[in-house]
């Protein structure tokens, strides 16, 4: 089964300035997707950056940005120009690629990351 | 609806009783999945349906948890004679199966407190 780690439980950053979350999965499958979901007290989680693991180019979406290293199944999410409205938690999750049955579009997920973002 | 919509927002119940959560996916998902989300704990699965397959519930706690998806859309989720370890968010996604993004749609979740 695939397991996803957050070591990083709480993460702080003052505005404007630049924060790196962590994330390392496990798994034996050589295709899969990994997700950072954003969780804000509304509940509603609200996808920030994909990455398919067949891709060797990290994604970024505007200020945010991904260093994917599948050798290593690291997976850390860079979030540049910190503002006040990022303060949220945050995510990692994995999501099998591989055709085989319904539990493989399940997502497993970390426990997840709390950002605060100081004025 | 425009995204997935879910309810009773908040529920609070006695510890016994029992419990139902509603799920509405976005349209023509046919893809749903409820999490449950305990304070300080990530995402833990609790079942998956897809389309007219048998459903995975692989990840249901225990017996006093059951879901349906009544004409392949809305989902209710029911938690009978629930218990204090039951408080929990439970939210519900959806996605076109299969899709080449991988990426889930999430509800507003439903907060169940037990006492």
């Known amino acids: 089964a695939q397991t996803v780690t957050q070591s990083q439980p709480e993460m702080s950053v003052q505005e404007a300035e630049t924060v790196t979350l962590s994330c390392t999965y496990d798994?034996?499958?050589?295709?899969?997707?990994l997700f950072w979901y954003k969780q804000p007290p509304s509940r509603q989680m609200i996808l920030v950056i994909r990455?398919?693991?067949?891709?060797?180019q990290n994604a970024t979406e505007n200020r945010f940005s991904v260093n994917f290293q599948k050798a290593a199944k690291s997976f850390s999410l860079k979030i540049s120009d910190s503002q006040l409205g990022d303060a949220a938690m945050y995510f990692c999750?994995?999501?099998?690629?591989?055709?085989?049955?319904?539990?493989?579009?399940?997502?497993?997920f970390g426990k997840g990351t709390l950002l605060t973002v100081n004025p | 609806g425009a995204g997935v919509s879910q309810s009773p927002s908040n529920k609070v119940t006695e510890k016994g009783k029992d419990v139902e959560l509603r799920c509405d996916p976005i349209?023509?998902?046919?893809?749903l999945y409820w999490y449950r989300q305990s304070l300080g704990q990530g995402l833990e699965f609790l079942i998956y349906?897809?389309?007219?397959?048998?459903?995975?519930k692989s990840g249901l706690p225990s017996d006093r948890f059951s879901a349906e998806r009544t004409g392949g859309s809305v989902s209710t989720l029911t938690i009978q004679r629930t218990q204090q370890e039951d408080s929990a968010v439970y939210l519900c996604?959806?996605?076109?199966?299969?899709?080449?993004?991988?990426?889930?749609?999430f509800g507003e979740g439903s907060r169940l407190t037990v006492l």
């Open positions: 990455q398919e693991a067949y891709k060797q």
């Open positions: 798994t034996s499958e050589s295709d899969y997707y």
């Open positions: 349209s023509g998902h046919t893809a």
């Open positions: 999750a994995y999501r099998s690629a591989e055709r085989g049955g319904g539990s493989n579009y399940k997502l497993t």
């Open positions: 996604a959806s996605s076109f199966a299969g899709v080449s993004t991988g990426e889930l749609f």
């Open positions: 349906f897809q389309g007219n397959s048998a459903p995975d």
